[in-house]
């Protein structure tokens, strides 16, 4: 998202949707030192990466389409090599072999493993198989792509007590309040957290 993007709405409106994106574990907080910054979880880390893959093969689809032989290949060196990964895999799947001399500009410039990725999508543009191929190390489908559901409706999650060893709900509310504060999921039930709790205040005042 680019640096301006939400200029045109209000304080209260960028909040709100900040506020809507950790509720659905997209960022969680961090701290350097005594400052709280937001970072992505790994599942916003995965639909990030789901996106942006989508996105440069609509490109690319547009070029191909206006016939557009060769571009500079150079805006893709130096990505995340996972998004790279799932990329390729996407061109793969595609089985579009329009994209091949976008592939072979794109092989001159980049480092050696991708060019041995690229290189394998090429040849299987080039045979024209309907036997999948599977890059290594790409990443598997986050499930976000065209058509699919980035947010699905949300649950109480289940969880085990690490004193009692009981299994208590996690409501949503509770979870809303836990990533609105920046904190770990609970480790223990209500009932252990409560004793806890009373166990703490009496050590801190010398009752027991």
Same mark, same amino acid.
């Given at each position: 998202?680019? #640096? =301006? #993007? #939400?200029?045109?709405? !209000?304080?209260?409106?960028?909040?709100?949707?900040?506020?809507?994106?950790?509720?659905?574990?997209? /960022?969680?907080?961090?701290?350097?030192?005594?400052?709280?910054? @937001?970072?992505? !979880?790994?599942? =916003?880390?995965?639909?990030?990466?789901?996106? @942006?893959?989508?996105?440069?093969?609509?490109?690319?689809k547009a070029w191909v389409e206006a016939g557009i032989p060769v571009v500079d290949m150079t805006y893709l060196k130096d990505h995340d090599r996972s998004m790279i990964l799932l990329?390729?895999?996407?061109?793969?799947?595609?089985?579009?072999?329009?994209?091949? /001399?976008?592939?072979?500009?794109?092989?001159? +410039?980049? #480092?050696?493993? +991708?060019?041995?990725?690229? =290189?394998?999508? &090429?040849?299987h543009l080039q045979q024209g198989t309907s036997q999948p191929l599977v890059l290594k190390g790409a990443p598997?489908?986050? =499930?976000?792509?065209?058509?699919? @559901?980035?947010?699905?409706?949300?649950?109480?999650?289940?969880?085990?007590?690490?004193?009692?060893?009981?299994?208590?709900?996690?409501?949503?509310?509770?979870?809303?309040?836990?990533?609105?504060?920046?904190?770990? /999921? /609970?480790? %223990?039930?209500?009932?252990?957290?409560?004793? %806890?709790? &009373? !166990?703490?205040?009496?050590?801190?005042?010398?009752?027991?």
């Open positions: 998202m680019a #640096y =301006g #993007y #939400y200029r045109q709405l !209000t304080i209260a409106n960028i909040t709100e949707r900040v506020d809507w994106m950790i509720k659905n574990d997209f /960022p969680a907080f961090s701290w350097v030192g005594e400052m709280p910054v @937001l970072v992505f !979880t790994e599942r =916003g880390r995965e639909i990030q990466r789901e996106q @942006l893959a989508d996105l440069l093969l609509s490109q690319w990329f390729l895999q996407k061109i793969a799947n595609s089985r579009d072999a329009r994209c091949i /001399p976008l592939l072979k500009q794109w092989e001159l +410039v980049d #480092y050696r493993k +991708v060019r041995h990725a690229i =290189g394998q999508v &090429i040849v598997v489908d986050a =499930g976000v792509g065209a058509g699919k @559901l980035i947010i699905g409706e949300r649950k109480s999650e289940r969880l085990k007590c690490r004193d009692c060893g009981a299994r208590f709900d996690w409501t949503v509310e509770e979870q809303d309040s836990f990533r609105m504060r920046g904190w770990d /999921p /609970p480790k %223990r039930c209500r009932g252990c957290r409560k004793e %806890r709790s &009373i !166990t703490r205040v009496f050590d801190f005042d010398g009752w027991i």
